[in-house]
């Protein structure tokens, strides 16, 4: 069983950045974020393949944001420029055993507890 713990959350204002952190306890496959903002469902956001070379971004974060992992540290990484108040939500790391990238939820079966990110207007 997989652990994963986010940090990097926080509050800026529109047009910040942040970057968020995610640390899984072993070895993951191919690995994702995802977000869920108050009374909506949780939404794909980025995900990555197991080497890094493939990453899938939903259209609203593309030129925005960018995955990356450090598979030595068994971290991922979520870079977030020019953020907007719509960014706003729970951030949550996502793992699955397989290493090919999926942006659906349901192929994930590891996730961590989530870091609020919330971004001023």
């Known amino acids: 069983q997989v652990q994963l713990v986010e940090s990097g959350g926080g509050l800026v204002q529109t047009g910040g950045s942040l970057r968020l952190s995610c640390v899984a306890s072993?070895?993951?496959?191919?690995m994702g974020w995802f977000r869920q903002a108050p009374g909506k469902e949780r939404e794909f956001v980025a995900a990555?393949?197991?080497?890094?070379?493939?990453?899938y971004y939903t259209d609203s974060v593309k030129g925005r944001f960018t995955i990356s992992r450090d598979n030595v540290q068994n971290t991922l990484h979520l870079q977030m420029i020019s953020l907007k108040p719509e960014d706003t939500a729970v951030y949550y790391c996502?793992?699955?055993?397989?290493?090919?990238?999926?942006?659906?939820?349901?192929?994930?079966?590891?996730w961590g507890q989530g870091t609020q990110v919330t971004v001023s207007s």
């Open positions: 996502a793992a699955r055993d397989s290493i090919v990238a999926q942006p659906t939820r349901q192929a994930y079966n590891y």
């Open positions: 072993g070895r993951t496959g191919s």
């Open positions: 990555i393949n197991w080497s890094g070379g493939t990453t």
